[in-house]
């Protein structure tokens, strides 16, 4: 039986937004946000938050029992490694990546993204960017099989893609069938707004939203459009 698990990425540093998964979103933790909005999928079996074993990451992991999910530690700078050794003793036939920089992450679109990489021939699907789609950035995750992970755990040499830890893929495309494909309600192509954390800007741009943590993925796209 095929067993479909998703890892969260996630760590307390961050260049551009230091202890950015602690800061509050309308009175909530973002590391909150990501992980309920996510326990909302229908097809994933299981979900682990991978964060890195050094100290400051203590608190986020002290915060994330409290959510009821497992969180698994690994190095920090090689976050390919850590995912693979979070996830191999799962079972997992099937791995859904997804970033805690998206707190307002759809269980909905993850859910259609098991669907295709179910439906359709290929290596790695995605619907969290909008390259050569139609999604708001955010939204989505990224999916591969178990296998392909371990192989990608062998063979990546180099430190970036051991960083971006399904980076490999993309820049060798050749190697890989890599697909994607729109949103299925229309009311959601809109490939030009952007739901992800990066800096300050995209922090202070949600904060000045009136939504709570419920919200769906197609009345967040009327409030941002209004802009």
Known sequence: MKKTIAIIQARIGSSRLPYKMMLSLHGIPLIEWVVNRVKKSELLDD???AI???KDNDILEQYIKTLDVKVFRGSEDNV???FYEAIKGEG????VRICADNPLIDANEIDNLIKFYKNNNC???YNHIPKFNL???GLGAEIITFDI???LNNVVKKQSHKEHCLSYIHDNSSQYEI???NPLDESLHHPELKFDVDSFDDYYKLCMKDFDINISSKDLVKLFKEN
């Open 123 to 125: 290596d790695y699907a």
């Open 179 to 181: 697909k994607t494909f």
């Open 135 to 137: 999604y708001p950035d």
């Open 92 to 95: 997992a036939t099937q791995i």
């Open 52 to 54: 890195p074993k050094n």
């Open 149 to 151: 992970l371990k192989n």
């Open 80 to 82: 390919l490694n850590r």
């Open 47 to 49: 979900i682990i938050v």
